[in-house]
């Protein structure tokens, strides 16, 4: 999902001409174990090497594209875990949204617009509901576990447009607020280098980050 994302997101006009990069952020990859931050991330203070490398990978976007499925009418347990371990990193940055599943993960979204909005960051409205019914192809049609292919609908692509519009557009408007400021957010100058995960990580869940 995240590759069709990524896909038809590097075709945007904004992306295209240079004006901003998408990356794909993959949990797999982050590693992160069950929260284990002595302290709430409200207040910065990371003891481990991997929740620093988490914040070093989310501090480094302007916005993001969450692709994600829906599990018991809410959002993978994973995601809410990679959530809850930043404050600051996810402040005043917009999010638009993917989803997939059974009903197009339309009440998982619902969910993770609150959570979003607990960290400061900006949830938008628009989204892309992806049914496994209609916008994927199976092997074997009578296995859904079964390898499958993207075969989005042809309104899927145009509303996934309408999500890059709207995060590419508020991520200039929100510019200001996420300007530094004294106690704004965590010091991430004892990060270690994230560069394995910041550069080309892989991650369907999370999704995907605007970055100019």
Same mark, same amino acid.
């Given at each position: 999902?995240?590759?069709?994302? @990524? *896909?038809?997101?590097?075709?945007?006009?904004?992306?295209? #001409?240079?004006?901003?990069?998408? $990356?794909?952020?993959? /949990?797999?990859?982050?590693?992160?174990?069950?929260?284990?931050? %002595?302290?709430?991330? /409200?207040?910065?203070?990371?003891?481990?090497?991997? *929740?620093?490398?988490?914040?070093? *990978?989310?501090?480094?976007?302007?916005?993001?594209?969450?692709?994600? %499925? !829906?599990?018991?009418?809410?959002?993978?347990?994973? /995601?809410?875990?990679?959530?809850?371990?930043?404050?600051?990193?996810?402040?005043?940055?917009?999010?638009?949204? @993917?989803?997939?599943?059974? =009903?197009?993960?339309?009440?998982?979204?619902?969910?993770?617009?609150?959570?979003? *909005?607990?960290?400061?960051?900006?949830?938008?409205?628009?989204?892309?509901?992806?049914?496994?019914?209609?916008?994927? =192809?199976?092997?074997?049609?009578?296995?859904? =576990?079964?390898?499958?292919?993207?075969?989005?609908?042809?309104?899927?692509?145009?509303?996934? #447009?309408?999500?890059? $519009?709207? @995060?590419?557009?508020?991520?200039?408007?929100?510019?200001?607020?996420?300007? &530094?400021? $004294?106690?704004?957010? &965590?010091?991430?100058?004892?990060?270690?280098?994230?560069?394995?995960?910041?550069?080309? %990580?892989?991650?369907? !869940?999370?999704?995907?980050?605007?970055?100019?």
């Amino acid at each position: 999902m995240a590759d069709w994302v @990524v *896909t038809l997101g590097r075709s945007h006009p904004v992306v295209a #001409a240079g004006g901003a990069r998408l $990356d794909i952020v993959d /949990l797999a990859d982050a590693g992160l174990p069950l929260l284990d931050e %002595p302290a709430p991330a /409200l207040f910065g203070t990371y003891r481990n090497a991997h *929740t620093r490398r988490w914040s070093h *990978t989310i501090a480094s976007f302007d916005g993001f594209v969450v692709v994600t %499925p !829906e599990y018991n009418h809410s959002i993978p347990a994973a /995601l809410k875990n990679a959530v809850d371990y930043l404050y600051a990193e996810w402040a005043h940055k917009p999010v638009g949204f @993917v989803g997939y599943g059974l =009903t197009g993960a339309v009440r998982a979204v619902e969910h993770l617009r609150l959570v979003m *909005t607990e960290v400061k960051a900006v949830p938008l409205g628009s989204q892309v509901t992806l049914s496994v019914f209609d916008d994927l =192809t199976h092997a074997d049609p009578t296995d859904p =576990t079964s390898p499958a292919t993207m075969t989005a609908r042809g309104h899927q692509a145009a509303a996934l #447009a309408g999500v890059l $519009d709207d @995060v590419l557009g508020m991520y200039r408007a929100l510019a200001a607020l996420r300007a &530094p400021r $004294d106690g704004a957010s &965590p010091d991430l100058s004892s990060c270690e280098d994230p560069t394995s995960q910041a550069q080309e %990580p892989d991650h369907s !869940e999370s999704g995907v980050g605007d970055r100019s």
